[in-house]
């Protein structure tokens, strides 16, 4: 998409995404965590696996989205950026 739409339209559109990692949220809250706040056995494995050594905190989103919209990425386009405290690289997801 990237590709396709830089030949149609130059550098005024950009495709570029955020690759979130593991987040605690409403939706997941009782997969990740027991009722008094404590990790579950399957946040611990994931936590094992993530180099940070802790979930995101919503806000760490901010900075790359910042980024991607700013006139800083004026020339990035096709790219995804992982916010995800080192989990891809490190769990070979």
């Known amino acids: 998409m990237a590709v396709e739409l830089a030949r149609r339209f130059g550098d005024g559109l950009r495709v570029n995404a955020i690759a979130p990692g593991f987040f ?3 939706q997941n809250r009782d ?3 027991t009722p008094d706040g404590e990790y579950t056995e399957r946040s611990k494995r994931i936590i094992a696996q993530t180099p ?3 979930f995101g905190r919503p806000e760490e989103l901010l900075g790359a989205l910042r980024f ?3 006139d800083s990425a004026s020339f990035v386009t096709g790219t995804v950026i992982p ?3 080192g ?3 490190y769990s070979g997801v």
């Open 68 to 70: 991607l919209c700013s």
């Open 24 to 26: 605690v949220t409403t």
């Open 31 to 33: 997969v990740l965590l």
């Open 87 to 89: 989990f891809s690289i």
């Open 52 to 54: 940070m050594g802790r």
């Open 83 to 85: 916010v995800d405290g």
